[in-house]
T-cell receptor, first 108, second 115 residues
């Protein structure tokens, strides 16, 4: 079945640093989504991408829908402690297929 | 504000008990809702698609008699874990999307612990 490869699996960074994570797939998706999940809670939508090549920002977050429609990246600039959590990419063709997540730790 | 309300947030019960989890769409009417299961430090796995007024669509490997889904109204879907056992302990999350082209919004999840 379809799978998403999300990397890195985890990141330990200093407050103020920029962060980059990405997802790749062997399949084409119509939509790419990025979610953040805090412990014990459901995922919260950060950014939704609908067109190949689309670059979208949400505050310090920027995400892009790859031209081939098989990949996407998420950047976080000037990280802060509350950015800590697990970030999931998800590709959609109706149903959502999730990546395995990137666990972000930020040291003050 | 919240788009999806999920209740309860946590359940601890004895083996053999059946547990019902509710998922409510607060912002719009939803003909389709989704139920996911998440193991510790793992990603979300789709269990089933809940369809208003018709049978749910289950993913391969998910026992429909074990995980009963009812979507009796356009704002409420319920997941019942029947005769739950310790291996059913997990984090269950529902989601709702306006349509298949719109992002899904998730509830806060239900932590189920079977003793």
């Amino acid at each position: 079945g379809q799978q998403l490869n999300q990397s890195p699996q985890s990141m330990f960074i200093q407050e103020g640093e920029d962060v980059s994570m990405n997802c790749t797939s062997s399949s084409i998706f119509n939509t790419w989504l990025w979610y953040k999940q805090d412990p014990g809670e459901g995922p919260v939508l950060l950014i939704a991408l609908y067109k190949a090549g689309e670059l979208t920002s949400n505050g310090r977050l920027t995400a892009q829908f790859g031209i081939t429609r098989k990949d996407s990246f998420l950047n976080i600039s000037a990280s802060i402690p509350s950015d800590v959590g697990i970030y999931f990419c998800a590709g959609s063709q109706g149903n959502l297929i999730f990546g395995k997540g990137t666990k972000l730790s930020v040291k003050p | 504000g919240a788009v999806v309300s999920q209740h309860p947030s946590r359940v601890i019960c004895k083996s053999g008990t059946s547990v019902k989890i509710e998922c409510r769409s607060l912002d719009f009417q939803a003909t389709t809702m989704f139920w996911y299961r998440q193991f510790p430090k793992k990603s979300l796995m789709l269990m089933a698609t809940s369809n208003e007024g018709s049978k749910a669509t289950y993913e391969q490997g998910v026992e429909k008699d074990k995980f009963l889904i009812n979507h009796a109204s356009l704002t409420l879907s319920t997941l019942t874990v029947t005769s739950a056992h310790p291996e059913d302990s997990s984090f269950y999350i529902c989601s709702v999307g306006r349509n298949s082209n719109q992002p899904q919004h998730f509830g806060d999840g239900t932590r189920l612990s079977i003793l």
